[in-house]
RNA sequence: GUCCCCAUCGUCUAGAGGCCUAGGACACCUCCCUUUCACGGAGGCGACCGGGGUUCGAAUCCCCGUGGGGACGCCA
């Protein structure tokens, strides 16, 4: 059977880390068996789903570069099909009307939360032989419950947590479409896995509770009941949970930040899963390699430490060109023009593995493109007035040398010789002068970049 | 409260009864390289939650405890 996974997110905000690191296991699980990955948007509650979060998504999804092979399927569109269901079920007593109020259950839900017991729907509505219902309330637009079994287990071989058993007697009959006819999450979920021919579902965690009322259902439509994979949740780089109000970030965050993709991938990809001492690996690897049972069952923390350290490694590998495109986009936006100044190529090759990110990368080369801010502390060290007779000297002698970083360099050993100084001593103000710092790749290599007018007149300034 | 799940270095993890005096990676520390800072290289620090079993032998299997997490919506 060919394998079909699907990633069903609710447009109800960004696609954050999480929601990213499940696509992409649902995604290399399919890639990997060469089956098909379906996108679904499961949009069933109107009131929170927005077009512009299902925008971010398909944002998200196409940065990262996991494409799906079917969908996106949105469930508001599949509404006449939900309501058949709906009522086959009705006529085959599979569902029933229910015309129990909120505020009535609400009641119900606190008294049992207090008498400490697990709180759920009383059945007061289900048809049983020879009970007796209250009278049906008028006005009262009643919701549509599944009839679940009252006695037995569900059981299934998790993927991920193994056997997991549940007793029937801790559910309840669940809502299966609302007072205004549309269906709830649960039942589309059942229909669409499916009707869609799912074979593995990979979710997160906290699904694991629905999954007994999903197979009971799918039981009761004569469905195949799929393998199901809960993926334990990230946590946040406190350790804490990730939620709205706590840490939750967009993965477009990540693209503003300056992380590359394929770091992104790559990370996630080892975060509750291995492959032995594997750390760096492409997605081609990953489909290749990937598997259900090496996933860690327990919840992992992210750590910014490390996807830093993957982030650099994936930008000393990157390609030249498209990191300057990006390093210029990034530049501009801080309103720092490049053209006119050293090529891009030449000072990202001199500082790209000195970046954890792309922000990084931006931020360090931006003296080769703007006046910078001398450093005072670094002036204060490294400049003394003692030198300055000297950088003048060096001034002049420059003034008439080749610009390659070899004569550069020539002149700068030559003026520590002859003044019989350590040669950083004469290195750090330069740097200082250049730079506007106390930190550069090779002195030699930033002033041969920066060209000679643009260095001999940062010297000149210091030497007023 | 009830049910379900989880538990190896600070963090991510390897580990499917002997290969484990527990391996790798990030971080941290030391040294080397060096023109400063990085990069890179070589070392180092550092963990099987506790208690009972099972077994010739347990990080690995079982039970209990403890701790953490999740679910209990006319949300998904």
Redesign the pocket.
């Known amino acids: 059977m060919t394998v079909r996974t699907r990633f069903a997110p609710?447009p109800t905000g960004f696609l954050h880390i999480g929601g990213a690191r499940t696509a992409l296991f649902s995604w290399a699980y399919a890639r990997k068996f060469k089956g098909q990955f379906i996108l679904r948007i499961?949009d069933?509650?109107v009131a929170?789903s927005t077009p512009e979060a299902v925008q971010a998504i398909l944002d998200g999804m196409s940065w990262l570069g996991l494409d799906w092979n079917e969908g996106p399927f949105y469930q508001m569109q599949r509404m006449d099909r939900y309501k058949e269901i709906i009522q086959k079920m009705l006529t085959e007593g599979h569902a029933y009307l229910c015309y129990?109020?909120?505020e009535e259950?609400d009641a119900l839900?606190e008294r049992q939360?207090q008498d400490?017991?697990?709180?759920?729907y009383d059945g007061r509505w289900r048809p049983e032989d020879g009970k007796v219902f209250p009278e049906v309330p008028v006005g009262v637009q009643p919701?549509i419950r599944f009839k679940n079994p009252k006695a037995g287990l569900v059981e299934w071989d998790d993927l991920v947590?193994?056997h997991?058993a549940?007793s029937n007697e801790?559910l309840d009959d669940l809502?299966i479409a609302?007072?205004?006819g549309t269906p709830?999450?649960?039942f589309c979920v059942v229909v669409d896995d499916w009707e869609m021919g799912i074979t593995q579902v990979i979710r997160g965690?906290?699904?694991?509770?629905?999954t007994p009322r999903q197979i009971n259902m799918l039981k009761a439509l004569g469905a195949t009941i799929p393998q199901y994979a809960h993926l334990s949740?990230i946590?946040g780089d406190d350790?804490q949970?990730l939620s709205k109000r706590h840490g939750a970030v967009s993965v477009m965050q990540y693209n503003e930040d300056g992380y590359l993709p394929e770091a992104i991938l790559n990370y996630l990809a080892?975060?509750?899963w291995?492959h032995?001492?594997d750390?760096i690996f492409n997605m081609k690897q990953f489909c290749e390699w990937f598997d259900l049972?090496?996933i860690?069952?327990?919840?992992?923390?992210f750590?910014t430490?490390?996807l830093?350290?993957i982030n650099a490694h994936y930008i000393k590998q990157a390609d030249l060109n498209a990191l300057a495109i990006d390093i210029n986009k990034r530049l501009m936006a801080k309103a720092i023009k490049t053209d006119g100044g050293p090529a891009l190529n030449g000072v990202i090759s001199l500082y790209r593995?000195?970046a954890n990110t792309l922000n990084d990368l931006a931020t360090s080369i931006e003296y080769f493109y703007s006046q910078p801010i001398a450093d005072a502390a670094a002036v204060e060290k490294h400049l003394p007035n003692e030198i300055l007779p000297i950088i003048k000297t060096m001034l002049a002698e420059l003034s008439s040398t080749d610009w390659t970083a070899e004569a550069i360099?020539g002149v700068?050993e030559q003026t520590v010789l002859k003044n019989a100084l350590k040669?950083?001593k004469v290195?750090?103000p330069l740097?200082v002068m250049v730079t506007g710092g106390?930190?550069?790749?090779?002195?030699?290599a930033v002033m041969q970049l920066l060209g000679k007018e643009e260095t001999l007149k940062r010297m000149s300034v210091f030497c007023a």
């Open positions: 609710s499961e069933t509650d929170r129990s109020s909120k259950l839900r939360m400490g017991i697990k709180p759920r919701v947590k193994g997991i549940i801790e809502i609302r007072g205004d709830t999450y649960n965690d906290d699904h694991v509770n629905n949740m946590l350790g949970k080892r975060l509750g291995s032995g001492d750390e049972d090496h860690t069952p327990s919840a992992a923390q750590n430490e490390k830093n350290w593995d000195r360099h700068i040669f950083p290195a750090m740097r106390a930190q550069s790749p090779s002195i030699d």
